[in-house]
């Protein structure tokens, strides 16, 4: 099991130490997250300072790119690492879809399924292997004249990974994708339960199995020696589950442990402004299932026994930020991450 850490893009001399950091601490990678800057020149920029390490975006948001150019940078960060790169892609909420980028977003899981098969016909062209025709419900690409192809290298066998949290969108990454980003927010009840099941509907509607399907799960791991060192991650946490459960859609991420009507109450508060209140009502028992706090020592230990049978890579969600706070902890996490790597 592979150990990154996720981070968002930024001035490449920030993403550059990082980078060079968390290459030297031992870890596999590292995931960049779309926020308020596109990942392509990050994930760029973090090669050239740890070539060794393996890039994935996780995820670019989908519907604002053409599909083909979506396929043509991937394909050149492709070439550029030398196959360290993993596309990850994800529809994000409508709200940004329609009013930030402006472009349609409805039916975002029928829409996601045709864009990775555009992105996926338009890389077998890029190889020769057949002729540019994809027309889906969606996207349309049937010419790619010899002057707009690109050209060929050494590491032609890209991934295409997919944001999946409802089990429509679950059941589509079975079908079409590589991988699958799981939500930050989820709990071992929710992976095995719901995930999974939908999950092999997917792969068994598409004559695939659970096996061809990379699980990418971000982790809110919060280790320290003592309560006092561990505090900030874990309040850090707390606000992070407490935004995420929030949305009315995850209620059930409560509802299947029991903790009902904690997703109508968050929403609440969100609506009044209240952020402290909001982390006031994740409580520890929250935490057991949506979180790993415990000592340095434990930390590689728990992430084997929670994720080592159904993740392929588990990216440690506050690894990044914790290391530009407190810059002698990245040996700490690099030894869990070798730890985990070595298990």
């Known amino acids: 099991m592979h150990v990154d850490v996720m981070t968002q893009p930024g001035p490449w ?6 980078a060079t950091a968390v290459e030297g601490a031992g870890f596999s990678g590292m995931v960049m997250i ?10 760029a ?14 995820i670019a948001v989908a519907f604002p790119r053409s599909p083909m150019v979506t396929a043509q940078t991937a394909w050149e960060l492709a070439e550029l690492t030398r196959g360290r790169f993993r596309l990850g892609l994800g529809s994000q909420v409508r709200a940004h879809v329609e009013r930030r980028y402006g472009v349609a977003f409805q039916p975002p899981v029928a829409r996601l399924r045709d864009y990775v098969l555009a992105v996926k016909a338009s890389w077998a062209a890029f190889r020769e292997d057949a002729p540019l025709q994809h027309e889906g419900p969606f996207y349309r690409h049937t010419l790619l004249p010899t002057m707009g192809r690109p050209r060929r290298h050494d590491h032609e066998d890209l991934t295409v990974d997919i944001a999946a949290v409802g089990p429509a969108m679950v059941k589509a990454a079975g079908e079409v994708a590589d991988g699958i980003h799981v939500h930050p927010f989820h709990s071992l009840q929710y992976l095995r339960s719901r995930l999974l099941p939908a999950l092999e509907a997917g792969t068994a509607a598409a004559g695939r199995s659970v096996a061809d399907v990379d699980l990418i799960v971000p982790v809110f791991a919060a280790p320290g020696d003592s309560p006092e060192e561990r505090g900030p991650l874990v309040e850090r946490a707390r606000a992070q589950i407490a935004f995420y459960g929030s949305t009315k859609n995850y209620a059930y991420q409560f509802d299947d442990l029991g903790f009902e009507g904690t997703s109508a109450r968050l929403n609440e508060r969100l609506k009044a402004g209240d952020l402290a209140g909001m982390a006031e009502l994740i409580t520890d028992d929250m935490l057991e299932h949506y979180a790993v706090v415990c000592r340095w020592d434990e930390l590689a230990g728990e992430l084997a026994t929670r994720y080592s049978d159904l993740a392929h890579r ?19 996490w690099g030894e869990v991450a070798r730890a985990v790597r070595a298990a």
């Open 13 to 18: 001399d920030e993403v550059q130490r990082l």
């Open 34 to 43: 779309e926020t308020n800057r596109p990942p392509w020149l990050s994930v």
């Open 45 to 58: 920029a973090a090669h050239q300072a740890a070539p060794t390490l393996d890039l994935a975006t996780g």
């Open 314 to 332: 588990v990216v440690m969600y506050t690894a990044a930020e914790d290391v530009v706070r407190r810059p002698d902890n990245v040996a700490r």
